[in-house]
């Protein structure tokens, strides 16, 4: 026989169970709104992770790589504003970096700094030369060996020559935007004969390490220090995709590059 002391008990063991799961719900509630924040800062300001999609770094960097890009080195920027955190410690040549493409900022590319600004570049047969003096590049590679294209693309170089009568200090936004009609109309740059060009301020000079087959600074101009987004400093992991294998990402994995520092 139900009595007023086992209705209350039972009562009290429903609100009980009621209030445990309102307060576990609560609990995993928080929880992830604070994983996701943390991940949000530590992507925003700190750790981005980045996967190389070409082999235009081949020898560096391979197609399948992933990489952790260090942001605050060089800055972080603020989300959803163009402000910039303080740097510590500029670009300098030889850096690998992480910038958005000038031509489609959507989009994030990987090359090595070879030109700051005031630099004067040019490239003989294939040979960087910088400020007069030639360059020993031991990290990089050439595929595609002996052989050299010219394309219209190089022609946003003619308004930056050194011997332009009015050389311009903007960089384009994009090839297509350029004045072409202070240089010399018998300069016709190719893929590995190019300049000298001189690097306007507040731009850097950029080159894929597979020089044969890597669309950068060549083809579309100089990268202005705020597309610069972080510096990459290990690979996470690599495997080398195959669109005829399965599960490729699990069964072509590069063990060996797990770790491996970026320079």
Request: hydrophobic share 40%.
């Amino acid at each position: 026989m139900v009595n007023e002391e086992r209705r209350s008990a039972a009562l009290e063991k429903a609100n009980g169970r009621r209030n445990g799961t309102l307060l576990f719900l609560w609990e995993w509630f928080r929880s992830v709104v604070i994983a996701l924040a943390l991940f949000f800062v530590v992507r925003s300001f700190f750790i981005e992770a980045f996967k190389i999609p070409t082999g235009s770094m081949e020898g560096t960097l391979l197609v399948g790589d992933f990489l952790l890009v260090n942001k605050l080195v060089y800055g972080a920027e603020v989300p959803f504003t163009k402000v910039k955190l303080p740097a510590i410690r500029a670009p300098k040549r030889g850096d690998v970096i992480v910038f958005q493409w000038p031509v489609d900022r959507t989009k994030n590319f990987v090359k090595r700094i070879v030109g700051m600004p005031g630099d004067t570049l040019e490239m003989r047969q294939g040979t960087l030369v910088r400020n007069g003096k030639v360059q020993r590049e031991d990290y990089v590679s050439h595929t595609a060996p002996g052989s050299d294209v010219s394309d219209d693309e190089f022609n946003w170089q003619l308004a930056y020559l050194l011997g332009a009568q009015h050389p311009v200090n903007e960089p384009p936004r994009s090839p297509i935007a350029v004045a072409t009609l202070e240089a010399s109309p018998g300069y016709h740059p190719s893929r590995n004969n190019w300049g000298p060009l001189v690097v306007p301020t507040g731009n850097y000079f950029v080159l894929g390490d597979n020089r044969d087959n890597s669309l950068d600074s060549r083809y579309w101009g100089f990268v202005a220090d705020s597309l610069v987004r972080g510096q990459p400093l290990v690979v996470y992991y690599s495997y080398d995709p195959d669109g005829a294998v399965k599960l490729d990402w699990l069964t072509r994995v590069r063990w060996k590059r797990f770790g491996e520092m970026i320079q």
